[in-house]
């Protein structure tokens, strides 16, 4: 027998087609259940049983998708195909009573053709698309600023005494508009508050209604703390030179799902420009770590990680702002956090005071704090509540147990005294003025707010706004706690004229002291020696010592206790892998991390960003994004991202609206009371055509474009105000999209259907045209036998 | 031989049966539980409430809330309205009381172990606790209990989520969540798409106004709701509520009918038809007719006696019982239906209970039109097993297969739940009553029956006449004929389902297939009965491996349903 004969009867077998299911019940089941297998020898152990996902075995690392995209599934599906095929044509005559068993195997045969034409082409991702964006313009300045219209998002623009630091403090996504004509029609608004030199106020957008861009003034008092503009001063804008307006904030790209087929990319851009160059980073592994050297890791015992070396190239891609700069990747942590681990130093290290401290409150809540007194951004925490300070001498402590103050001099009178600032709790303007110096030469102020600690252009200062009364009449002033930036604004129409330089004849200079911090850890002036001053309800603060392991009740319940000081600390950072028990199951891969070599500088781990959004002002709400700024041994500087591959949708997706229907009640932050969610998309083709008419994409109910279907996946949900979210969000900010192709649903569609058809004609109707045959032979035979005379 | 095998088998049922019935034990009555007793809260329990998004009754309420506190357990038995009330009303009484359910053995294991470390004597209660379940938050808030729990907080993988509910529990069994919960008060008529007022915003209204604004205690009523009507309300609520401290019954059932009546007419358009409530409160204080198991156990008693003996007289007593059965199973299906506004598939319970009820539907059908054969009484055996053993489930587990009502999720809103869901579980129960006949066929060959097989099938058995009667030779292939009648149907709709979910999922997901766990079991459950198929037309002993695959496909497909569910989940967890 020929082996080509041999191979046509093994594939025209019955025997081997069952074979061949069994295989592929078994290949499925493992790669799909996974596996079970005994730890210990006492099988009846109740923890003597693990399961274990095989495919994501180091030697595998496969997804689901990926293990049945892997060679030996597509072999068993191959050779079922031919077995079925050969079987049907060698073994099954095409008869009437056989139609049903042929059309299931056509059909079986057309759905693993339409299957793998699916498969093949399949590409599947999301698109975050948020609602809008704010495009800032100022009088005087060349280009605008965008930032996205997110709660906190913040710009600057402009410059010197023109320059606006904006930020948005509060997203309606259903205002009520309170105008003619579309009274009570609810509207997506936004208030940015901006701050310049001079003053600050806030500006409301609505989408879609620039004609109703109105600003408002810090109001008259507590029960009216801002109000509008129009009514104030009879004009909707204050400062005409800032314009800003709502704007779409287009999506042309979608992220490839990496949780489908492993899709790892790398994004670069040179500092300063904002679009990302994709470098797709393949061979990193999902499930299980990597790590090239124990250096590279944070862990108790570095003797204990066990190393597994890698390195991935990742070279430059055409159009490559840095074609000269491979990269590579060495490690991959699956479930990492950065931590800083702070080591002592040594005697000879440098003076750096360090503190951890727990706060608790009588609820049982309780907050651990690391502070670093020396350590621009690390020494204050809780937006400055809480701070550190470092003093050489006892003299600068002293300094920090004062209360706010002001110096005041008349270089005319000659006169040069400091007073304690008391700040009016109601109506300033009711306060009389304080006299400087002698009365009668008719110079005073009054003090009618203090902000300390305001965010100034990116900087932080404390300003106190007074009324200065001279012999010629009364100014009102901001001073800075920086002198440089002090400013007198000419009184009358609430402010509005530009600040000038101040008025010479009186000078102020401000000394917030202790600053607004309710508590401040101060070490020094010797090394070993901490204290803690406390300023609650007190403009003075009381300040006593404190050990590592004490403790100091306050008011409001509260308890600080100092768990660590190092006053030569040295910080050393680096991942901290987590225990498998203590991550969170759904997390994906929001925790993973690889670790970057770039020629000519230092390696670093880069945290995963599930998306490359321009820069962090375009960074959603809950999706993290972790760039980095990695400067080359040439002096340039590169921007770095660990995402996803992503690819061009072909069009501009923008949201012009989302909606969240619910059950009676309303969202309650139950899952059980949402009915609906629904994203009104609008596309454009070219970034010059007109934005579509809105569409409206739902659960169950997606949109096509180009080739491509959008599925609403994602929502913005809102978050109610918590310790860690003093601002809270009401949500419904932006969308995440489901995207992708569908080749060949048609034909695997008609696969099935043919098989069903077949189906119940071999089980419903064969058997009846089997039972008619048998009939008529029956009485055939019965009419044969009756002729030939054997029957009556 | 045979006959005595099969006589064993029905006994092994009937014990079975027995057992089943044991696992409830009565727990100790209270001493209060006269108060308890006299209390009628039948009135209160018909009143509406929104939560989650739905207006139930109260009744049906507070047995779900109860559930998150304490499971399936009934506190010292009172019904679950009593025991909401007294915990709100008497805290004090439950801060050491056993009523906080935890999950799992070896997580009771644990704290019992760490209570008993701190406090040696309590041995018998802790015994209990691990029977039982329940445990008092005084015990659980103990420093080495705290400890202990909150190390198995930080182990998200095996024993986070059974702490999560215990802490779920000790919230909800705060007073002011109590009270939050009872949401009776309707919203003003201007905003009934609006939530629900709780009771705890009117109580406080005084009767007179004045004397209120007077004494600084002014409450501001419910704006666009009367006035009047809600201090009537809020009287009514203290009157209840100072009758409950004092254990004065015949009052607190005097202010219960009071607030009852009362707080519809606040707003009567807003407050659903109080027919409906009252089915809805006495469907589940009736344990969502899951009882009805006993009579299709009783029927599956006779119908086995019909095969084992050959007892014409119990078969038409089995059939008559599984008729009765399904009668009632239909009425709790159309209950559930008319109170839950939606056909009943969209969680575990349902789908248990409707692919039973689906199997009986069928079995129904076959039974009228087999009448005359052969096969007469075995589909209704198959049938009644399945929903017995559906049914029992849905009564012994119902932590597990809970049977609350609540929205459905926005996926599931969709003209395919109907088809693929329906389908599927139709088509899982087919599975499960083939596996049925096939294991009475396998007991049949065990115990030396011959090595026959049915030579006709499906459609061909409903027209082959001339099997009535058993004859023990022809046992084996009147068994198997049921499993092949019973498979082949699955087979169909099993394929057909797959293809449904796929359609749905294609426009629902993005992607018609995507090697979901759920799916690939279901493909595989396919792929058993595809072998089925060829290795019966290969094999010589066709009964014998048509009844160990039609065995393994159904082990297959209950691995689907409840392993895949419940331990690997994936993208069909809406259960």
Redesign the interface.
């Given at each position: 027998m020929s082996a080509v004969r041999w191979i046509v009867d093994l594939f025209s077998s019955v025997r081997f087609g069952i074979t061949l299911l069994v295989l592929l019940f078994v290949y499925m089941s493992i790669g799909s259940a996974g596996v079970v297998y005994p730890i210990h020898p006492n099988l009846f152990h109740p923890d003597a049983w693990v399961h274990d996902q095989l495919r994501q075995w180091r030697p595998f690392e496969m997804t689901e998708f990926e293990w049945f995209h892997w060679w030996p599934f597509n072999l068993l599906i191959g050779l079922i195909a031919a077995n079925m095929i050969v079987t049907t044509l060698r073994r099954i005559p095409l008869r009437l009573v056989n139609l049903g068993v042929w059309m299931i195997h056509t059909g079986i045969i057309v759905l693993i053709v339409g299957s793998v034409h699916y498969f093949h082409a399949k590409v599947e991702g999301d698109a975050p698309v948020a609602r809008r964006k704010i495009v800032l313009e100022v009088d005087g300045t060349d280009g605008s600023v965008e930032l996205l219209a997110a709660q906190g998002a913040r710009a600057v623009i402009g410059e010197g005494a023109e320059q606006y630091a904006v930020e948005v403090v509060d997203i309606d996504p259903a205002w009520m508009l309170r105008t003619e004509g579309s009274d009570g029609e609810p509207a997506y608004s936004v208030t940015v508050s901006v701050q310049t030199a001079a003053r600050r106020f806030m500006r409301q957008l609505i989408a879609g209604r620039p004609d109703l861009t109105e600003d408002l003034l810090p109001g008259s008092g507590p029960a009216q703390p801002m109000q509008r503009a129009l009514k104030a001063t009879g004009t909707a804008i204050v400062d005409a030179a800032l314009r800003m307006r709502l704007d779409y904030e287009a999506q042309g790209w979608f992220y490839l799902r990496n949780d489908l087929a492993k899709a790892w990319a790398l994004y670069v851009r040179p500092a300063g420009t904002s679009e990302w160059t994709m470098r797709p980073l393949d061979g990193l592994p999902l499930y299980n770590d990597r790590v090239s050297s124990t250096a590279d890791v944070l862990v108790a015992d570095p003797a204990s990680a066990s190393l597994r070396p890698m390195l991935l190239p990742v070279p430059p891609v055409d159009g490559d702002p840095f074609p000269d700069v491979t990269i590579a990747v060495d490690g991959y942590l699956r479930y990492a956090q950065l931590r800083s681990l702070l080591v002592p130093g040594g005697a000879n290290a440098p003076f750096n005071p360090t503190v951890t401290l727990d706060i608790k409150g009588d609820q049982g809540a309780e907050s651990t704090y690391r502070l670093m007194a020396l350590d621009a951004e690390r020494s204050t925490a809780d937006d400055g509540l809480l701070r550190m300070a470092a003093v050489s001498s006892e003299a600068e402590f002293e300094q920090l147990l004062r209360p706010a103050e002001i110096r005041v001099r008349v270089p005319a009178a000659g006169v040069d005294v400091v007073q304690r600032v008391r700040v009016p709790k109601d109506d300033a303007a009711a306060e009389a003025f304080v006299p400087v110096g002698d009365p009668l030469l008719g110079y005073g102020y009054r003090v009618r707010a203090a902000q300390d600690d305001l965010p100034v252009g990116g900087r932080s200062a404390s300003v106190l706004i007074m009324d200065v009364k001279t012999p010629s009449g009364v100014i009102r002033r901001w001073v800075f706690s920086d002198a440089a930036l002090t400013r007198d604004v000419p009184a009358g129409e609430g402010g509005h004229a530009a600040p000038v330089q101040p008025d010479p004849a009186v000078e102020v200079e401000y000394m917030p002291g202790g600053g607004r911090a309710l508590l401040t850890v101060v070490a020094g002036p010797d090394e070993r020696q901490l204290r803690l001053i406390a300023a609650f309800g007190d403009a003075v603060g009381k300040a006593q010592s404190i050990e590592v392991g004490g403790s100091v009740r306050l008011p409001a319940g509260l308890t600080v206790e100092l768990s660590s000081y190092e006053p030569r600390a040295r910080v050393v950072e680096g991942p901290v892998p987590i225990p498998f028990e203590q991550r969170i199951r759904d997390a994906r891969e929001m925790f993973s991390m690889a670790h970057i070599i770039v020629p000519g500088a230092a390696p670093l781990w880069l945290r995963f960003s599930p998306y490359a959004f321009d820069d962090a002002r375009f960074a959603l709400r809950r999706h993290p994004f972790h760039p980095q700024r990695i400067r080359l041994a040439d002096g340039r500087e590169m921007d770095i991202l660990f995402s996803r591959q992503r690819l061009p949708l072909g069009t501009d997706v923008a949201l012009e609206d989302f909606v969240l229907a619910t059950h009676s009640g309303g969202y309650t932050g139950e899952s059980g009371t949402i009915r609906d969610y629904t994203s009104l998309l609008r596309f454009r083709d070219a970034p010059d055509q007109p934005w579509s008419d809105p569409t409206q994409v739902s659960v169950n109910a997606p949109v096509e474009h180009r080739g491509l279907w959008f599925f609403q996946a994602q929502w913005d949900p809102p978050e109610p105000v918590s310790a860690r979210d003093p601002r809270g969000s009401a949500g419904l900010n932006y969308t995440v999209l489901g995207v992708g192709n569908r080749e060949g649903v048609w034909t695997q569609l008609a696969g099935c259907v043919i098989a069903v058809a077949g189906m119940t004609y071999a089980f419903y109707v064969k058997p009846l045209l089997i039972r008619r045959r048998t009939e008529r032979a029956k009485e055939a035979a019965r009419k044969r036998l009756a002729l030939s005379g054997v029957l009556p | 031989m045979i006959r005595r095998g099969m006589r064993a088998i029905c006994c092994a049922f009937v014990v079975l049966l027995g057992g089943a019935g044991e696992i409830r034990t009565a727990e100790s009555a209270p001493a209060g539980a006269s108060f308890e007793q006299s209390v009628d809260l039948q009135p209160l329990a018909e009143l509406a409430v929104?939560s989650?998004?739905?207006?139930k009754s109260l009744g049906s309420f507070a047995q779900g809330e109860m559930g998150f506190i304490s499971g399936p357990r009934l506190i010292h038995g009172q019904s679950s309205l009593f025991t909401y009330f007294d915990l709100l009303i008497r805290p004090e009484a439950y801060a050491d009381a056993d009523v906080i359910y935890v999950k799992g053995g070896?997580v009771r294991q644990r704290i019992a172990d760490a209570v008993l470390r701190e406090d040696p004597s309590l041995q018998e209660r802790m015994r209990a606790f691990q029977s039982s379940g329940l445990i008092s938050g005084a015990l659980l808030g103990r420093d080495g209990v705290a400890a202990v729990i909150e190390q198995m907080q930080?182990?998200?993988?095996?024993t986070a989520k059974v702490m999560d509910a215990v802490r779920g529990a000790q919230m909800l069994m705060q007073t002011d969540a109590l009270l939050r919960g009872l949401?009776i008060v309707p919203p003003a008529p201007a905003d009934e798409?609006?939530?629900?007022h709780s009771i705890s915003e009117v109580m406080l209204l005084a009767a007179d106004p004045g004397a209120a604004k007077a004494s600084g205690k002014e409450v501001a009523p419910i704006a666009g709701l009367d006035v009047g009507l809600q201090q009537q309300c809020a009287q009514h609520w203290r009157a209840m509520v100072e009758a409950w401290i004092d254990g004065d019954a015949p009052r607190v059932n005097a202010s219960a009918r009071a607030l009852a009546a009362m707080v519809p007419t606040l707003n009567p358009a807003a407050s659903p038809d109080p027919t409906r409530l009252r089915w809805e409160a006495w469907y589940f204080a009736n344990g969502n007719l899951s009882w009805i198991w006993l009579v299709y156990a009783l029927s599956v008693i006779l119908l086995l006696l019909a095969v084992v003996y050959r007892w014409p007289r119990a078969k038409s007593a089995g059939l008559v019982v599984f008729a009765v059965a399904f009668l009632l199973q239909t009425v709790a299906l159309l209950l559930r239906w008319w109170i839950s506004a939606r056909f009943p598939n969209s969680n575990m319970f349902e789908a248990v209970t409707t692919s039973a009820w689906f199997g009986g539907c069928a079995a129904v059908i076959l039974e009228v039109a087999l009448r005359k054969r052969a096969v007469a009484g075995l589909v209704a055996l198959a049938s009644g097993f399945a929903s017995a053993v559906a049914l029992m489930s849905a009564h012994f587990l119902p932590v597990q297969l809970n049977a609350q009502i609540?929205?459905m999720?926005?996926?599931l809103?969709?003209v395919w739940l109907y088809i693929h869901t329906n389908v599927i579980i139709f088509s899982y129960c087919l599975i499960f009553m083939a596996a049925v006949s096939a294991g009475l066929y396998l007991a049949y060959r065990a115990l030396g029956g011959k090595r026959v097989h049915a030579s006709?099938?499906?459609?061909?058995t409903l027209?082959s006449e001339g099997m009535g009667g058993f004859r023990s030779e022809r046992t084996g292939e009147v068994l198997d004929g049921v499993t092949m009648l019973l498979m082949?149907l699955s087979?169909?709709l099993l394929?057909?389902g797959i293809?449904m979910g796929?359609?749905?999922a294609?426009?629902?997901?993005?992607?018609?297939?995507?090697?979901?766990?759920k799916e690939?079991?279901a493909?595989?459950t396919f792929?058993?009965f595809?072998?089925l198929v060829?290795?019966r037309?290969?094999a010589l002993d066709k009964g014998l491996w048509t009844a160990l695959l039609a065995v393994v496909g159904a082990a297959v497909m209950l691995?689907n349903w409840i392993?895949?569910n419940f331990?690997?989940t994936g993208l069909h967890s809406y259960a």
């Open positions: - | 929104q989650g998004g739905r207006i070896s930080g182990d998200l993988l095996r949401r798409r609006q939530r629900w609540g929205n999720m926005p996926v809103h969709d006709v099938g499906g459609v061909a027209s082949k087979f169909v394929w057909a293809a796929a359609i749905w294609d426009h629902s997901w993005g992607r018609p297939w995507g090697w979901d766990p690939v079991f493909l595989n792929v058993v595809a072998v060829h290795v037309y290969r691995f392993v895949i331990v690997i």
